[in-house]
């Protein structure tokens, strides 16, 4: 059916009464393609972080990409699919998976069950991988994106096995199998298509992962491949039904992620403008050239013959079960952050203190720093939050990354930065003294407490002391007759200038506002 109507109003209120337009957004026009809405809905798997491995009692390590374990050394004989073996299923990652459907706002189904999914491959010895295709234990979440204010919609949630590896070595023509990961619980994590830009999309993923972090569910992390996503993208004429998707397996960034999209979207935008239709495939990135290849067409897609598995009973949740784990989640991102809003923090300042925390800070050896929200709060207790939040993620982080250490390296401990912070909240010491302190705490990862530090280093404030004061500032002018000259002529400028040899000469310890009101006092 084809709609002609000018009024943006009237198409929305048409489009919506016909199902066409989700959301308001949909007219927002996009520079990049104007004229065009572009949907993406995701596919999440996360590797549920348990010490043993869905249904077997076979420990999975820290991580199945942890290289230093060798391979087929993580493997029971249920992994391997030996006749007679049967599965168990690990109440651990039960756990897990519904802390995860909390967090998500999902409706924890109290009766799910587990499916066989059958298709060949050499990484699955079984022939089949066991899911919960046709009742998965969690329906109908949410997840609200922590830049923009958008809600996505979570389809379901629903716990699996993962595969092991295989590596093709090209030059002898052999596979290599490793079952060190098979059987590892994943959560499949399935979002409705309500993201409308790759923006929106990268948000949905660091969010999740965040989120993931938070409840200690998934480690979350794309690069070591603890967090896969697949992406589907469509697109169709602003107002118009959606068009059809193709899915996008295997990227191992965000990054990758973005650009996978953008080249999709164009890729679909060419062939609808020269008429053609969008079939549906599934499809591989080529990271080299940022761009999307056919891997096969929904006609190729392969029958996986779903089954109930005849060896696992039904999986019944009790309320006792759902009700204690909904006590004993712990603050949720979202949470977080409009607490600290609360407190008065800026947005960028609850920005940079979230995103350590959740890890996103990628570290020089690739490792993931955390705990900084912990830390402020800690800090921040009977303290001034907004000094608190200032100190650290300005001069404590720039501090960090001069020294190119992250934040899980900081040796300053919360009494010491609490320290410091009576101290310059007190007036005891200057800003510039109080830089000169982290600095000196960081550089000798002494134990020693700020005050005690002060003192040792004469860097506490003289500001009561104004003939200190007034003779550095004599000093300075003597110092500097051209600068003074200017100064008296009204030069407000050069003023600095001869402020500034005056910190110098007092070592930090002078008050620049003090300073400042001596200077001019002395000049005129
Ligand atoms: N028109 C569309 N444009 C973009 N994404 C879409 C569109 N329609 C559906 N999607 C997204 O496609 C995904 C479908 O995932 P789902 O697991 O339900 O099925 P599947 O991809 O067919 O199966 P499998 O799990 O075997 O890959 C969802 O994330 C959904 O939001
Ligand atoms: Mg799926
Ligand atoms: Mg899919």
């Known amino acids: 059916m084809l709609v002609h109507v000018s009024n943006p109003t009237t198409l929305v209120r048409l489009s919506r009464s016909l199902s066409l337009v989700h959301t308001s957004r949909a007219l927002n026009d996009d520079p990049r393609w104007p004229g065009w809405d572009v949907v993406v809905g995701i596919e999440v798997h996360a590797q549920i ?7 077997s009692e076979c420990g999975q390590g820290s991580l199945t990409s942890d290289y230093s374990v060798p391979p087929n050394t993580r493997v029971s004989p249920y992994d391997a ?6 599965p168990r299923l690990n109440p651990r990652c039960v756990e897990l998976g519904v802390r995860t459907a909390i967090a998500l706002n999902a409706s924890v189904q109290r009766r799910s069950s587990f499916d066989r999914k059958h298709y060949f491959y050499a990484d699955l010895p079984a022939g089949y991988q066991i899911t919960q295709h046709y009742a ?3 329906t109908d979440g949410r997840l609200t994106l922590s830049k923009e204010d958008v809600h996505v919609r979570i389809k379901q949630l629903q716990l699996e096995q993962d595969t092991g590896k295989s590596t093709f070595d090209p030059r002898n023509r052999v596979s290599e199998i490793d079952l060190n990961r098979a059987g590892t619980g994943l959560m499949e994590i399935v979002s409705e298509p309500d993201m409308r ?5 990268a948000d949905y993923v660091r969010t999740l992962q965040a989120l993931l972090r938070s409840v200690g569910s998934s480690d979350g992390n794309m690069e070591q491949g603890s967090l896969r996503c697949d992406v589907n993208v469509s697109v169709n004429r602003q107002g118009a039904p959606l068009g059809t998707r193709c899915e996008i397996k295997n990227l191992n960034s965000v990054k990758f992620m973005m650009i996978a999209i953008v080249s999709e979207v164009h890729r679909h935008i060419d062939l609808l403008e020269q008429g053609l239709a969008v079939p549906q495939e599934t499809r591989g990135f080529n ?5 999307t290849y056919s891997l096969r067409s929904k006609e190729d897609a392969p029958d996986y013959r779903y089954m109930p598995d005849p060896n696992l009973p039904p999986l019944l949740l009790n309320e006792a079960y759902v009700t204690e784990i909904c006590q004993s989640m712990p603050e949720l991102p979202q949470a977080a952050r409009a607490r600290l809003l609360a407190l008065g923090l800026s947005r960028r300042d609850v920005d940079v203190l979230m995103d350590i925390d959740s890890g996103r800070e990628i570290t020089f050896d690739g490792q993931r720093s955390g705990g900084a929200l912990a830390y402020f709060d800690q800090v921040a207790q009977r303290r001034d939050p907004r000094l608190v939040v200032n100190w650290i993620t300005h001069e404590l982080l720039g501090q960090l990354a001069s020294r190119r250490e992250t934040f899980s390296e900081n040796s300053i401990s919360v ?3 609490g320290g410091l912070i009576d101290l ?3 007036k005891k010491i200057t800003g510039t003294s109080g830089k000169s302190l982290m600095r000196h705490i960081l550089a000798t990862r002494t134990t020693t407490m700020p005050s005690t530090l002060a003192q040792e280093l004469s860097l506490l404030a003289s500001p009561a002391d104004d003939s200190n004061l007034e003779a550095w500032c004599a000093e300075a002018i003597a110092a500097l007759p051209e600068e003074a000259d200017a100064a008296r002529r009204g030069n407000a400028n050069v003023v600095n200038k001869i402020v500034g040899r005056v910190m ?15 200077l001019l006092k002395l000049l005129h």
């Open 49 to 55: 972080k348990s010490r043993h491995k869905l249904f």
């Open 81 to 86: 699919a030996f006749p007679g073996t049967l």
């Open 136 to 138: 998965p234990f969690a």
């Open 197 to 201: 830009s790759p923006e929106e999309a």
């Open 287 to 291: 990271e080299d050239r940022a761009e």
């Open 415 to 417: 009494e010491q930065m």
């Open 424 to 426: 310059l909240h007190n």
């Open 504 to 518: 110098k000469a007092s070592r930090g310890t002078a008050n620049a506002q003090s300073v400042k009101a001596m």
